[in-house]
């Protein structure tokens, strides 16, 4: 198989997801980082008038933020890896050969990578919600949750670009995960297309015969495929 169009942009959208998992996973690490540890998605602020400034009154578990960054690094990971690999094999051997059966392991890949993007996204856009609602409602003369980056936070909470950071966060997995949809499609096609190529494989004119062309299988000879109740009867030697 050379490296046909479908293939040289299934390569393209695996480095663009590989670079929106790190995206992501850095941006989370970013603002977790930022607030000593905690993840602030679905978190809640409270606001000092005395010191005019926000601090956290309550957070997330830190292995919620956990898992959004594990399943961005091991989509990151996968990619990279598919990548390096078609990338290897073109340079090694100047052609490359996809069988079906990983063709459809790809396929099943996308399906499991689909499902968890999916739910890291609702994840990350209602918990930046909540978040953002808090802020709104308890900081006052803030509108827009945004703002509250350009305000004082208590010590050691550094908040001057959390919203950013998580807007940025849930942007690239949306874009991972309508790119993994994409990659879906092209590897679906590609398997229709090598299934096309077996059945006109072998026979006469560039088509099979009637049970080597269905098959593809060139060895099959024209008195195999001779219907049994047509061959001319044996001679009987008389005794």
């Not at 578990?61 to 960054?69: A, T």
């Not at 490359?96 to 856009?125: P, Q, S, Y």
């Not at 950071?165 to 590609?190: D, H, M, P, R």
């Amino acid at each position: 198989m050379a490296l046909t169009g479908l293939l040289l942009l299934e390569l393209a959208l695996y480095a663009s997801c590989f670079v929106c998992g790190i995206i992501t996973a850095a941006s989370i690490t970013i603002v977790q980082g930022n607030f000593g540890g905690r993840c602030m998605l679905y978190g809640l602020v409270s606001y000092n008038a005395t010191a005019n400034a926000i601090g956290v009154q309550s957070s997330s578990s830190s292995s919620l933020c956990y898992f959004v960054s594990a399943i961005s690094v091991m989509v990151a990971v996968v990619c990279f890896s598919l990548s390096m690999y078609w990338v290897y094999t073109f340079c090694l051997d100047g052609d490359i050969r996809r069988e079906r059966v990983w063709m459809n392991v790809i396929i099943a890949v996308c399906g499991v990578f689909l499902f968890f993007l999916l739910i890291t996204g609702c994840m990350l856009k209602i918990g930046r919600d909540s978040l953002c609602t808090s802020v709104t409602q308890t900081v006052p003369n803030i509108t827009r949750c945004d703002e509250a980056q350009t305000r004082t936070w208590l010590s050691p909470l550094k908040g001057e670009r959390f919203y950013n950071s998580l807007y940025k966060a849930e942007t690239a997995v949306w874009v991972n995960f309508f790119f993994w949809l994409i990659i879906g499609v092209l590897v679906f096609i590609q398997r229709r297309q090598s299934s096309g190529l077996k059945v006109i494989v072998g026979g006469h004119g560039g088509y099979g015969g009637p049970a080597g062309g269905l098959f593809g299988d060139p060895g099959v000879t024209a008195a195999e495929t001779e219907p049994f109740f047509n061959r001319p009867a044996r001679p009987q030697n008389n005794l």
